[in-house]
């Protein structure tokens, strides 16, 4: 959930930052041009054991196979990764950004733990120093599509939603020097939608290209102005309701940057454990399944949202300036 005392007007309001703030941060440069396809190859990263005595570490590597697709994250759907007790996965989105995501990087490689970073594909192609670096140091990376659309890729016909995933997924590709983006054999074959808006359409476009998709069991709502503090105080309580699960991040978010050391040394203190989850062969393994009372809170919302993101906008007038 979002909090408990929070107004719906708030979480609306919440949301609606959460899927357009993205497209704020991805930087307007032409689209990637199709490259020629090539055999893929697996994800591979430098972890390395850890060096640091006492550090928080990551505890397990968890191999998740996307052939046939995959979707998980209870925000959004009814099945998510099989975590046991005080075991989280952690997740960045919208990067890569110069400032922000070098601090977010520096936190984890201080404490030994590996993250998943969704890519915004023409970030990563503005970027590609820090993709790499992201790799070099053992992290996994996913797409979160070329641009982050302000209305999602659900507000965009379905070619052009298409073209969105196609691209970014080209685009990190390219940016962390591998080889070309093959359909049905990525090499980046994680994804997760901006502001969790799928659609049929989308949703069979990746199950048919093997890559799995990627909600999120809880969130540090870092795209709302929030302190490093208070964020900090949010996502503990939230994770100690839920005791387990996919947590969303933001790598662009100063706030999530400053506050990351202080919640690692929280996980480690409250005896948390990290999952790293790394691209695996195969169909996916076992899942856990949602309570029978289960629902779809992010479509909840996007029901109440989107209305308002396809709305034309008003043209600014232009002033008559008289010289």
Not at 9 to 26: D, K, M
Not at 43 to 53: L, T, V
Not at 54 to 67: D, F, H, M, P
Request: hydrophobic share 40%; proline share 6%.
């Amino acid at each position: 959930m979002f909090g408990s005392g929070r107004s719906l007007s708030l979480t609306i309001a919440s949301l609606v930052c959460l899927i357009t703030c993205g497209s704020a941060v991805a930087q307007s440069v032409a689209k990637p041009a199709s490259a020629p396809e090539t055999a893929p190859m697996a994800q591979s990263g430098g972890a390395e054991a850890c060096s640091r005595k006492n550090a928080l570490g990551t505890s397990r590597v968890l191999e998740v196979g996307t052939t046939g697709g995959l979707e998980v994250g209870f925000k959004t759907y009814r099945h998510s990764l099989l975590l046991d007790d005080k075991e989280v996965v952690l997740t960045f989105d919208d990067g890569p950004v110069p400032g922000s995501t070098e601090q977010v990087l520096d936190a984890l490689k201080a404490e030994c733990v590996k993250a998943t970073f969704f890519l915004i594909g023409r970030n990563a192609q503005d970027h590609p120093n820090l993709v790499r670096r992201e790799i070099a140091e053992g992290h996994t990376i996913g797409s979160h599509s070329w641009s982050h659309p302000e209305k999602t890729l659900r507000g965009l016909s379905e070619a052009a939603a298409q073209a969105e995933i196609v691209d970014g997924i080209s685009a990190v590709q390219t940016a962390a020097g591998m080889e070309a983006y093959v359909a049905g054999k990525p090499r980046v074959s994680f994804f997760r939608f901006p502001g969790f808006a799928d659609t049929v359409a989308t949703r069979a476009l990746l199950r048919d290209r093997n890559i799995g998709v990627f909600g999120a069991d809880l969130w540090a709502s870092d795209w709302t102005s929030i302190t490093p503090s208070a964020e900090l105080r949010l996502i503990l309580q939230r994770l100690d309701h839920e005791r387990r699960g996919i947590i969303l991040f933001h790598d662009t978010r100063p706030q999530t940057a400053a506050m990351l050391p202080s919640f690692l040394a929280e996980l480690k203190r409250k005896g948390y454990r990290v999952v790293h989850m790394v691209p695996g062969s195969g169909t996916p393994g076992t899942l856990r399944d949602a309570l029978p009372a289960w629902s779809s809170e992010t479509e909840a919302i996007l029901k109440q949202v989107m209305p308002g993101l396809l709305r034309p906008k008003a043209s600014t007038p232009k002033v008559k300036h008289e010289m």
